[in-house]
Structures are given as C-alpha cells and as structure tokens.
C-alpha cells in the first residue's frame, strides 16, 4: 500500500528576510517586479514580502513608499498569498504603539494585499500579541502567530509547547518557531515539533536560518516530525545568514511523501533574475561576504542574521571592525543581564548596541542608550528570566518597574499623528508611516513630493496644458 502523500510546504523569504540578512533590506521593487509573474506561479504557501525592516528601509534608504511596494506585489501575484512580519505591539518600529494604531496599522495592512500576519513578540509576552491577534481576525487576515525560539536556563521544550497552546486559544490559525539564529539543532526540531503536533490542533510553520550551517538538516528531521511548512529562500541569497535555499529542499523532498510538488525549472527561472540582482548588491558593497559564512560559534553568541550584519555596519562606520568577536562574545553576558531576552528585532538590536558599546567604550554599561533603559524598565514587556539588579540599577536608578502589559498605559493615540502629519500625509497611510518613523517619514514625504512637482514634473504639467 502506498504512503499517503503530506506535502510540505513552502514559504519563500526572498522578497523579505533573504536579503535582510544578507543584504541589510536593500532590495528594491524595481529588483522584484520582473520576477513576480514566476513567482506567482509556482505555487508557493506564501512569499513573505513585507514588515521587518522593509518599511523602514523603503524610505530611508531607497526612497520607496512601503505601502505602494506592498500594492504593486500584490497586484504582480495575485495568486500567491502575501506574508508579513509584525512585531506585535511594536508594529514596525521600535516602541510600543496604542492599541488604535496597531488596529489601523493592521487593518490598511491587509487592506492594501496582506494575507498572513505573523506575529511575533520579542519577548514572547502573549500579552503583547493579544492586539494584534484580535485585529489581524477581524480585518480577515490569516494569524500566524510565532514564538521566537531561543535556549537559556529557562526556556525549553515545555515552555514553547505551553506557550503555543495559549497563542491557539488566543485565534492563531498557524503556530511558527521563528528560529531567528539558527539556535533549534536537528534532533532538537524534531522532538519539539512532534510535541507540539501532539498538543496543538493548528499547522505548524518553523522558521530558520543557515548561520550555523544546521538549517537545511533542521528542515528535514522537521519534515519528519510533520512541520507543515517551512521557509526557504531561492539560492542566489539563501545560506549563512538567509535561510537554506528552496531548490535543495525540493529536489531532496521530491518523489517522497513530503514532495513539494514545486516545480525546479520554474525555481531555477525565478533564481536566474535574483543572481543578478544579488551579483549588483555585492558590486554596491552591501552584501557583506562575512554573512554568507558559517559560523558554529553563534550558538554560543546566539545572533541572528539580521543582527549580524547590524553589528558589522555599525563597528564598520565606528572603524573598529577588529573588535567584531569581541562584540560577538559581548552579546551573551549582557543578554543574561538582561533577563534572558531572545534575541530578535527590536532586542537583538538593544542587546547588540549595548554589546557594541560595552566594548568600545572599555567599561561595562558606562553608557546604557534609553532603548536598554526602556527594555530593564519593562517597557516592552515582561523578562522572560532574572535580571541583574545591579545593571538595572545603574541603568535606571530608582525607576519603577512596569509589571502591567505595556500599553494598558498608553492613551490612544492616532489622532495625534493625524494632526501632526495634516500639511504633509496624503493619505491614512502616510500617517501610519510617520507613527512607525516620525524622524524618517517627513524627509520621504519631502523627497515624494519634490518627485511628483520638482521641475521635471511642472515642465510635464506645462506641456499637458499647451502652454
């Protein structure tokens, strides 16, 4: 008798984390539309292809509008559904934001082609994704909730098994490890995704990375143990410090009950586009080779891709990048400082500075940047382990700790915004982008601007006229 056939499916990461990790988010729309039609019809589960730092990147460094990305993806694969990242309360940026900003920023999220949201808290504070569940279900959006998986003296297996048992009670349609460092081993995704199929009733989606050379054999234990989906990035930005790339993994899986049923010339089309695009971001300088090597010792520093490449661009413009491993040893001991936080966006970013700035200054904590502050003072959530007093202590002084959900304490709002973005927001969307980045939106609305009616533009009104 025939096995029964379980296909595994497949998200693809390179409109969105492939080349955060490798490339610092520098991809543009122009670099993705001519590969959108293959992409369309391959028959992805998903293309992740928004949030993270997308949205920040789109305007301060490409001079693009996230949210008209996010409209010309959609309209360019219109069979494929659209996944992005979102990081719970924090949205996009990095604070939390009133809950009526996380349901209008979710709400013009799916309005303008998002079909799945996932969700994520860095903390793993259930009470920093409720918000955002509850509105991600109302506006119709598929909720996939995640858990960012990490390995200290208190969390294990038990732990992310009861935390994903309380995110499906919450309305998670899609539970994923979000195995942002390439920290989960083989055996260990193995063990794990069996318990969790045993005690939640949702699909399992697992997310990871090849920083430590482990992904593509991480996948595969996963998809004995009936992961149902994965991510995988196609090959021209996938391994180090991207996912393992898509191709390998279908052909591995073809002809067995876990076939994809993805078709490798199709693959090999859309990867044909994307090598040039990654050969033009290595001639720029911005695809570092340094992320594309594997590094077993992350499992000691337990830095993720993303964060990787942050740290080497800031030790790069400090003109230390000889301090790279010293930073990296860094990392651990303030992260234990800390509580045990996991390490991804927005504290992989606060746990990195500090790390950064413990080393250069040649004093442990001589400058603590508000970000930690706010992380010790329970702004962005509960700890997940002990923090060191004495570190918070002359971090913060005498300051109260939060022990609430973070924003019980914020009043609404969006009106604020609105009022202050009414002589230059074009939209309700413009609004949102200045909320998430009210230093960076103002100059991309200036530079739109000066786009759309600069001379260029006024000669063309001209000539339209007959004038």
Request: proline share 5%; with cysteine.
């Given at each position: 008798?025939?096995?029964?056939k379980?296909?595994?499916?497949?998200?693809?990461?390179i409109?969105?984390?492939?080349?955060?990790?490798?490339?610092a988010?520098?991809?543009?729309?122009e670099?993705?539309?001519?590969?959108?039609?293959?992409?369309?019809?391959?028959?992805?589960?998903?293309?992740?292809?928004?949030?993270?730092?997308?949205?920040?990147?789109?305007m301060?460094?490409?001079?693009?509008?996230?949210?008209?990305?996010?409209?010309?993806l959609?309209?360019?694969?219109?069979?494929?559904?659209?996944?992005?990242?979102?990081?719970?309360?924090?949205?996009?940026?990095?604070?939390?934001?009133a809950?009526?900003v996380?349901?209008?920023?979710v709400?013009?999220?799916?309005?303008?082609g998002?079909?799945?949201?996932?969700i994520?808290?860095?903390?793993?504070?259930?009470?920093?994704?409720e918000?955002?569940?509850?509105?991600?279900k109302?506006?119709?959006?598929?909720?996939e909730?995640a858990f960012?998986?990490?390995?200290s003296?208190?969390?294990?297996?038990?732990?992310f098994?009861?935390l994903?048992?309380e995110?499906?009670?919450?309305?998670?349609?899609?539970?994923?490890?979000?195995?942002?460092?390439?920290?989960?081993?083989?055996?260990?995704?193995y063990?794990?995704?069996?318990?969790?199929?045993?005690?939640?009733?949702?699909?399992?989606?697992?997310?990871?990375?090849?920083?430590?050379?482990?992904?593509?054999?991480?996948?595969?234990?996963?998809?004995?143990?009936?992961?149902?989906?994965?991510?995988?990035a196609?090959?021209?930005?996938?391994?180090?410090?991207?996912?393992?790339?898509?191709?390998?993994?279908?052909a591995?899986?073809?002809?067995?009950d876990?076939?994809?049923?993805?078709d490798?010339?199709?693959?090999?089309?859309?990867?044909?586009h994307?090598?040039?695009?990654?050969?033009?971001?290595?001639?720029?300088?911005i695809?570092?080779?340094?992320?594309?090597?594997?590094?077993p010792n992350?499992?000691?520093?337990?830095?993720?891709?993303?964060m990787?490449?942050?740290?080497?661009?800031?030790?790069?413009?400090?003109?230390?990048?000889?301090k790279?491993?010293?930073?990296?040893?860094?990392?651990?001991?303030?992260?234990?400082?800390?509580?045990?936080?996991?390490?991804v966006?927005?504290?992989?970013?606060i746990?990195?500075?500090?790390?950064?700035?413990?080393?250069?200054?040649?004093?442990?904590?001589?400058?603590?940047?508000?970000?930690?502050?706010?992380?010790?003072?329970?702004?962005?959530?509960?700890?997940?382990g002990?923090?060191?007093?004495?570190?918070?202590k002359?971090?913060?002084?005498?300051?109260?700790v939060?022990?609430?959900?973070?924003?019980d304490?914020?009043?609404?709002?969006l009106?604020?915004?609105?009022?202050?973005?009414?002589?230059?927001?074009?939209?309700?969307?413009?609004v949102?982008?200045?909320?998430?980045?009210?230093?960076?939106?103002?100059?991309?609305?200036?530079a739109?601007?000066?786009?759309?009616?600069?001379?260029?533009?006024?000669?063309?009104k001209?000539?339209?006229?007959?004038?």
């Amino acid at each position: 008798m025939a096995k029964k056939k379980n296909p595994l499916f497949i998200t693809d990461t390179i409109l969105r984390d492939a080349h955060q990790s490798q490339a610092a988010t520098r991809m543009r729309l122009e670099d993705m539309l001519p590969a959108c039609e293959v992409l369309d019809s391959i028959g992805y589960w998903s293309l992740e292809c928004w949030g993270g730092a997308t949205f920040d990147s789109c305007m301060r460094f490409l001079n693009e509008d996230p949210w008209e990305r996010l409209r010309a993806l959609k309209a360019a694969m219109p069979n494929t559904k659209l996944q992005m990242l979102l990081r719970g309360q924090n949205l996009l940026g990095y604070k939390h934001y009133a809950d009526d900003v996380v349901d209008e920023f979710v709400e013009k999220s799916i309005k303008n082609g998002v079909d799945v949201v996932r969700i994520f808290d860095a903390l793993n504070d259930p009470r920093n994704m409720e918000r955002s569940i509850k509105a991600v279900k109302e506006y119709g959006g598929i909720c996939e909730t995640a858990f960012s998986y990490t390995s200290s003296p208190v969390h294990n297996e038990d732990y992310f098994v009861k935390l994903s048992c309380e995110l499906e009670k919450m309305g998670a349609d899609v539970i994923c490890i979000k195995d942002m460092a390439n920290l989960l081993l083989p055996y260990d995704a193995y063990s794990l995704i069996k318990k969790l199929k045993e005690n939640v009733s949702v699909p399992i989606h697992l997310h990871t990375h090849n920083t430590t050379g482990t992904g593509a054999m991480v996948y595969l234990k996963a998809s004995e143990a009936g992961v149902d989906i994965i991510d995988t990035a196609l090959s021209p930005l996938a391994g180090g410090t991207s996912q393992p790339a898509t191709e390998s993994l279908v052909a591995t899986l073809q002809g067995t009950d876990r076939d994809t049923g993805l078709d490798l010339g199709k693959l090999n089309k859309a990867a044909e586009h994307f090598r040039k695009v990654a050969n033009r971001l290595k001639e720029e300088g911005i695809l570092n080779p340094k992320v594309l090597n594997t590094d077993p010792n992350t499992l000691l520093y337990q830095v993720p891709g993303g964060m990787l490449s942050n740290l080497l661009n800031q030790l790069k413009e400090a003109g230390k990048e000889d301090k790279y491993y010293e930073v990296l040893a860094e990392v651990p001991r303030v992260r234990a400082d800390f509580g045990y936080p996991p390490l991804v966006t927005p504290t992989s970013q606060i746990v990195g500075t500090q790390a950064v700035m413990n080393v250069l200054a040649g004093e442990r904590y001589k400058m603590v940047p508000k970000e930690s502050k706010a992380l010790l003072r329970g702004e962005y959530g509960r700890l997940p382990g002990e923090v060191n007093e004495e570190v918070r202590k002359k971090a913060i002084g005498d300051d109260e700790v939060i022990t609430c959900r973070p924003a019980d304490l914020l009043e609404p709002e969006l009106e604020k915004y609105r009022e202050e973005t009414k002589d230059v927001a074009t939209c309700e969307e413009d609004v949102l982008s200045y909320a998430l980045f009210p230093q960076v939106a103002p100059k991309f609305f200036a530079a739109r601007k000066e786009a759309k009616e600069g001379p260029a533009a006024r000669v063309l009104k001209v000539e339209d006229l007959g004038c």
